[in-house]
């Protein structure tokens, strides 16, 4: 079956670094996501990554690796509005997205 | 980017009735609309794809007679829940999308009573 593995919960300190990690196991790999969403809102898009790598974006960065299906999201100079889900998807050969279950960030003062 | 209007963001409904949401795409051709329900401290969930022109592809577990899916033009996909009941109130979100990124409607919030 199809599996995207990341924590439930991490806790940060605001004006840390926090690094939030996905494993995936899917039928095809067409993209990875990160989907940042506070509670009772829609997702917003954070990232894409299709090759290997780091991609950078201001604050945060995404990273993956495909033969180890794994990917990181990377927060850094982390604000008390970055608390919030933070959601892995990977798009899977069929095109559709496949959703992992959401890692909930606490950032304390 | 693309903008997905979803309509309405909330509503309360009485059980037995039925409610009908609309997604909006307002600057991109939406071939395809998916429609997605999440549940609290859960993950979206995939219920139904919706391809314009054409039925609904509904995921396992989804009643197709119960989530009523249309997508008659390249702008406008709905999604009604009918004789709806408390066990149905969640979070809905429609969602369409490029290659690149995956575009979400605002979202609806349910509540049966």
């Known amino acids: 079956g199809q599996n995207i593995d990341q924590p439930t919960e991490m806790t940060a300190t605001e004006g840390a670094i926090v690094q939030i990690n996905c494993t995936y196991q899917t039928s095809g790999f067409n993209g990875l996501f990160w989907y940042q969403q506070h509670a009772g809102e829609a997702p917003t898009f954070l990232s894409y990554n299709v090759l290997d790598g780091l991609e950078e974006k201001g604050r945060f960065s995404s990273f993956l690796s495909r033969s180890k299906g794994y990917s990181y999201l990377l927060l850094k100079e982390l604000q008390m509005k970055d608390s919030a889900s933070y959601l892995c998807a990977v798009r899977d050969s069929n095109y559709q997205l496949i959703w992992g279950a959401g890692t909930k960030l606490i950032i304390k003062p | ?113």
């Open chain 2, 1 to 113: 980017g693309a903008v997905v209007s979803q309509h309405p963001s909330r509503v309360i409904c009485k059980s037995g009735t039925s409610v009908k949401i609309e997604c909006r795409s307002l600057d991109f051709q939406a071939t395809t609309m998916f429609w997605y329900r999440q549940f609290p401290k859960q993950s979206l969930m995939l219920m139904a794809t919706s391809n314009e022109g054409s039925k609904a592809t509904y995921e396992q577990g989804v009643e197709k007679d119960k989530f009523l899916i249309n997508h008659a033009s390249l702008t406008l996909s709905t999604l009604t829940v009918t004789s709806a009941h408390p066990e149905d109130s969640s979070f809905y979100i429609c969602s369409t999308g490029q290659d690149t990124e995956a575009f979400f409607g605002q979202g609806t919030r349910l509540t049966v009573v």
